[in-house]
Protein backbone atom coordinates (compact mmCIF):
# COMPACT_ATOMS: atom_id res chain seq x y z
CA UNK A 1 0.00 0.00 0.00
CA UNK A 2 1.27 3.49 -0.82
CA UNK A 3 1.98 5.50 2.15
CA UNK A 4 0.44 8.30 0.55
CA UNK A 5 -2.72 6.40 -0.17
CA UNK A 6 -2.65 4.83 2.69
CA UNK A 7 -2.87 7.55 4.87
CA UNK A 8 -5.41 8.93 3.36
CA UNK A 9 -7.82 6.58 3.78
CA UNK A 10 -6.66 6.07 7.39
CA UNK A 11 -7.89 10.06 7.50
CA UNK A 12 -11.02 9.58 5.27
CA UNK A 13 -12.32 6.13 7.92
CA UNK A 14 -11.79 7.53 10.84
CA UNK A 15 -13.85 11.51 9.28
CA UNK A 16 -16.34 9.25 8.39
CA UNK A 17 -16.44 6.99 11.35
CA UNK A 18 -16.96 10.39 13.49
CA UNK A 19 -19.91 11.44 11.19
CA UNK A 20 -21.51 8.66 11.53
CA UNK A 21 -20.92 8.32 15.64
CA UNK A 22 -22.30 11.68 15.74
CA UNK A 23 -25.24 10.54 13.65
CA UNK A 24 -25.67 7.59 15.52
CA UNK A 25 -25.75 9.58 18.82
CA UNK A 26 -28.32 11.94 17.54
CA UNK A 27 -31.06 9.78 16.59
CA UNK A 28 -32.93 7.63 18.61
CA UNK A 29 -32.52 4.12 16.95
CA UNK A 30 -29.26 4.26 15.35
CA UNK A 31 -29.16 0.19 14.94
CA UNK A 32 -28.34 -0.18 11.34
CA UNK A 33 -25.66 3.30 11.65
CA UNK A 34 -23.84 1.56 14.60
CA UNK A 35 -23.28 -1.58 12.72
CA UNK A 36 -21.93 0.59 9.93
CA UNK A 37 -20.05 2.20 12.45
CA UNK A 38 -18.65 -0.97 13.63
CA UNK A 39 -17.51 -1.56 10.04
CA UNK A 40 -15.48 1.57 10.20
CA UNK A 41 -13.55 0.94 13.27
CA UNK A 42 -12.29 -2.48 11.59
CA UNK A 43 -10.94 -0.03 8.50
CA UNK A 44 -9.46 2.01 10.77
CA UNK A 45 -7.49 -0.35 13.40
CA UNK A 46 -6.75 -1.86 9.62
CA UNK A 47 -5.19 1.01 7.91
CA UNK A 48 -3.58 1.91 11.46
CA UNK A 49 -1.93 -0.92 11.58
CA UNK A 50 -0.05 -0.20 8.52
CA UNK A 51 0.64 3.19 9.53
CA UNK A 52 1.95 1.93 12.21
CA UNK A 53 4.39 -0.83 10.89
CA UNK A 54 5.57 1.99 8.51
CA UNK A 55 6.20 4.54 11.35
CA UNK A 56 8.25 1.89 12.59
CA UNK A 57 10.99 3.19 9.72
CA UNK A 58 10.85 6.38 11.59
CA UNK A 59 12.80 5.79 14.79
CA UNK A 60 9.52 7.21 16.80
CA UNK A 61 8.55 3.72 17.84
CA UNK A 62 7.23 4.81 21.46
CA UNK A 63 4.82 8.19 20.03
CA UNK A 64 3.34 5.84 17.46
CA UNK A 65 2.35 3.12 19.94
CA UNK A 66 1.23 6.17 22.37
CA UNK A 67 -0.83 7.43 18.81
CA UNK A 68 -2.10 3.56 18.13
CA UNK A 69 -2.95 2.80 21.56
CA UNK A 70 -5.08 6.55 21.66
CA UNK A 71 -6.51 5.68 18.69
CA UNK A 72 -8.01 2.03 20.02
CA UNK A 73 -9.14 4.09 23.35
CA UNK A 74 -11.11 6.53 20.84
CA UNK A 75 -12.73 3.28 19.18
CA UNK A 76 -14.21 2.14 22.29
CA UNK A 77 -14.95 5.24 23.80
CA UNK A 78 -17.26 5.53 20.90
CA UNK A 79 -18.57 2.24 21.32
CA UNK A 80 -19.24 2.43 24.97
CA UNK A 81 -20.77 5.92 24.52
CA UNK A 82 -23.17 4.47 21.95
CA UNK A 83 -23.80 1.55 24.10
CA UNK A 84 -24.78 3.30 26.89
CA UNK A 85 -26.73 5.13 25.27
CA UNK A 86 -28.64 2.53 23.99
CA UNK A 87 -29.32 1.32 27.45
CA UNK A 88 -30.78 4.65 28.60
CA UNK A 89 -27.54 4.74 30.86
CA UNK A 90 -25.67 8.05 31.58
CA UNK A 91 -22.69 8.18 28.59
CA UNK A 92 -21.36 12.06 28.95
CA UNK A 93 -17.91 10.81 31.01
CA UNK A 94 -17.40 7.93 27.75
CA UNK A 95 -18.20 11.10 25.23
CA UNK A 96 -15.66 13.02 27.26
CA UNK A 97 -12.93 10.89 27.38
CA UNK A 98 -13.25 10.40 23.62
CA UNK A 99 -12.71 14.04 22.81
CA UNK A 100 -9.63 13.54 24.89
CA UNK A 101 -8.47 10.87 23.57
CA UNK A 102 -9.10 11.70 19.84
CA UNK A 103 -7.38 15.24 20.76
CA UNK A 104 -4.36 12.90 21.43
CA UNK A 105 -4.25 11.14 19.03
CA UNK A 106 -5.00 14.02 16.37
CA UNK A 107 -2.24 15.86 18.39
CA UNK A 108 0.50 12.96 18.18
CA UNK A 109 -0.77 12.14 14.63
CA UNK A 110 0.41 16.00 13.05
CA UNK A 111 3.69 16.12 15.47
CA UNK A 112 5.00 12.75 14.19
CA UNK A 113 7.42 12.56 11.44
CA UNK A 114 4.53 11.00 8.97
CA UNK A 115 1.72 12.99 9.88
CA UNK A 116 1.20 17.05 7.99
CA UNK A 117 3.43 19.58 9.76
CA UNK A 118 0.95 22.06 11.19
CA UNK A 119 2.38 21.85 14.87
CA UNK A 120 5.98 22.69 13.28
Do not use: C, Q
Not at 24 to 50: D, E, N, Q, S
Amino acid sequence: MDFLASTHLHITTWVVALILFFVALAIAKPKVVHMILRLFYILIIITGVALFIKGMDFGEGMLYGLKFLAGILVIGMMEMTLVKKAKGKPFTTFLVLMFVFFFIALFLGFKLPMGENFLA
